[in-house]
């Protein structure tokens, strides 16, 4: 059969035993289908040419998908895929040598791929085009991952190119960003614990509007004061999306918690995805409740050895918002020891105490003592007691440092006995006044 070429234009020479030649990249084809190759005297261009049919390919990524699994506001994480619908893709912007063999056989001109092209240049960008754009990864496979925590700035496309050793496409396949923003609101931890240096209480929270990509909650306990600008913080708790609380046992402690944080200021909650912890929480500051009486004082009316009865008074807390009771008991010692309630003074949340200079409970006469050597007032919220309380003496002897105690005898004669302890005298009366 006889080919007959109707259009065609000059795009390069070679000098004799040359067998190839570079086609530049983006090169415009112009239309036209067929590489034709001529030998050249010094005299004439020969009349019949070898040829060859081009064979553009097209390739770029295709079917781009990109989840933001990075819940900060202003970052970015996530998988990008896939690259390439459809094998032949993969082959984009390959170098493409014009080769043909010194005889000039019109079947011997053939075109060479110097490569294969997997690669993949992956930017943020400003347009759909590519301008402005920052590259960020390069791959040879179908999907890579967005590290998380990149920081998205003015940037609104994700957009790739496909390349080679040759050249980068000029059209890339874009993707419009959307940041997924996911950190919870309105934390709140009141403390029930009425210790010093302790809390306890329902942490509670507001989800966020998009919970999509949320797994769980991630909660700890931090000290956000440090000095050194290093924040320290060690884990407490995590709960499933779909909860908005959590439990904080009573006597908690906010010192030397975990033996990591040697002092916790703040409640920190993190959401979490299925890729990574966002890295800027909610936080909460702790506001520690302290409710422990002070100014205790007794003062024993009961004659009889070995029995008290009075009247035992101390001032309220300075927070009495949480107190809703207020339980004295006898004791063995000053942190509780062996303690024994006798008598409780139930207020109702506040204690019932606001502008009262001082609450008392009235010990019956003949109340035993036993071996019981103090009596102590611990205040309880609606969660617990205290685990420590403002306490008042009567013992043999026994004094609280600074505490003042007066005893008296109707028979002077003894006192040097019953400053030991040792009275008999059946007229005996004692006071004790322990602040």
Same mark, same amino acid.
């Given at each position: 059969?006889?080919?007959t070429?109707?259009r065609?234009?000059f ?5 004799a ?7 530049p990249a ?7 289908t ?7 005297s010094?005299?004439?261009e020969q009349s019949?040419?070898?040829?060859l049919?081009?064979d553009d390919l097209r390739?770029?990524a295709?079917?781009l998908s990109f989840?933001d ?5 202003g970052?970015i ?6 690259w390439?619908?459809f094998?032949f ?8 040598d ?5 005889i000039f056989?019109?079947?011997?001109i ?7 092209t997997?690669?993949y240049n992956?930017y ?7 301008a402005?754009?920052e590259l960020?990864?390069?791959s040879?496979?179908?999907?890579v ?12 496309h *994700? $957009?790739?190119?496909?390349t @080679?050793?040759? !050249?980068?496409? &000029?059209?890339p #396949? ?9 950190t919870?609101a309105n ?5 029930y614990d ?8 329902? *942490? $509670?929270?507001d989800e966020? @509007?998009n919970? !999509?990509?949320? &797994?769980?909650? #991630?909660?700890?306990f931090?000290?956000?004061n440090v000095?050194n600008?290093s ?6 708790k995590?709960v499933?999306v779909?909860?908005e ?8 402690t906010l010192?030397n ?7 916790t ?5 993190y959401t979490?995805s299925?890729l ?13 409740a302290?409710?422990?009486?002070s ?7 009961d ?7 009075g ?20 004791a063995q010692s000053?942190?509780?020891l062996?303690r024994?309630r006798?008598?409780?003074l139930?207020f109702?949340p506040?204690g019932?105490t606001?502008?009262?200079?001082a609450?008392y409970?009235d ?5 035993a003592?036993?071996s ?15 685990s420590f309380g403002?306490s008042?003496?009567?013992?043999q002897?026994a004094v609280?440092?600074g505490?003042s105690v007066t005893?008296?005898c109707m ?5 040097r ?19």
């Amino acid at each position: 059969y006889k080919l007959t070429f109707c259009r065609r234009t000059f795009l390069n020479d070679a000098p004799a035993g040359d067998t190839q030649i570079t086609i530049p990249a983006e090169t415009d084809t112009g239309g036209f289908t067929h590489f034709l190759l001529y030998a050249s005297s010094a005299l004439a261009e020969q009349s019949t040419p070898a040829f060859l049919r081009i064979d553009d390919l097209r390739s770029r990524a295709a079917s781009l998908s990109f989840v933001d699994l990075d819940l900060d506001a202003g970052e970015i994480g996530g998988t990008i895929s896939p690259w390439a619908d459809f094998l032949f893709m993969i082959r984009a912007f390959a170098c493409l040598d014009l080769c043909w063999s010194p005889i000039f056989d019109a079947h011997a001109i053939t075109s060479h791929h110097g490569f294969d092209t997997t690669r993949y240049n992956i930017y943020l960008a400003t347009s759909y085009e590519g301008a402005g754009r920052e590259l960020q990864l390069t791959s040879t496979q179908l999907s890579v991952l967005l590290p998380p925590e990149t920081a998205l700035r003015h940037f609104t496309h *994700l $957009v790739v190119f496909a390349t @080679s050793e040759l !050249a980068e496409q &000029t059209t890339p #396949v874009a993707l419009l960003l959307s940041d997924v923003q996911a950190t919870v609101a309105n934390v709140s931890l009141p403390d029930y614990d009425l210790d010093e240096k302790e809390v306890g209480g329902t *942490l $509670v929270w507001d989800e966020p @509007s998009n919970t !999509a990509q949320v &797994t769980h909650y #991630v909660i700890y306990f931090a000290d956000y004061n440090v000095t050194n600008g290093s924040d320290i913080r060690a884990y407490f708790k995590n709960v499933s999306v779909g909860n908005e609380s959590v439990e904080v046992a009573p006597e908690t402690t906010l010192v030397n918690y975990a033996n990591i944080v040697p002092e916790t200021t703040h409640v920190a909650i993190y959401t979490l995805s299925s890729l990574v912890e966002q890295s800027t929480p909610a936080t909460h500051e702790i506001a520690d409740a302290f409710a422990t009486v002070s100014g205790s004082l007794f003062v024993d009316k009961d004659l009889d050895e070995e029995e008290i009865g009075g009247r035992m008074s101390w001032q309220p807390p300075l927070q009495t918002e949480k107190v809703v009771q207020y339980n004295v008991y006898f004791a063995q010692s000053s942190d509780g020891l062996s303690r024994q309630r006798q008598g409780l003074l139930d207020f109702g949340p506040g204690g019932g105490t606001t502008g009262v200079d001082a609450i008392y409970l009235d010990v019956p006469p003949d109340t035993a003592l036993g071996s019981f050597s103090h009596l102590l007032v611990y205040t309880r919220s609606a969660l617990v007691e205290q685990s420590f309380g403002g306490s008042a003496f009567y013992v043999q002897g026994a004094v609280v440092p600074g505490s003042s105690v007066t005893r008296a005898c109707m028979n002077t004669a003894c006192s040097r006995q019953l400053a030991r302890g040792l009275c008999r005298n059946q007229n005996l009366r004692h006071l004790l006044v322990v602040g």
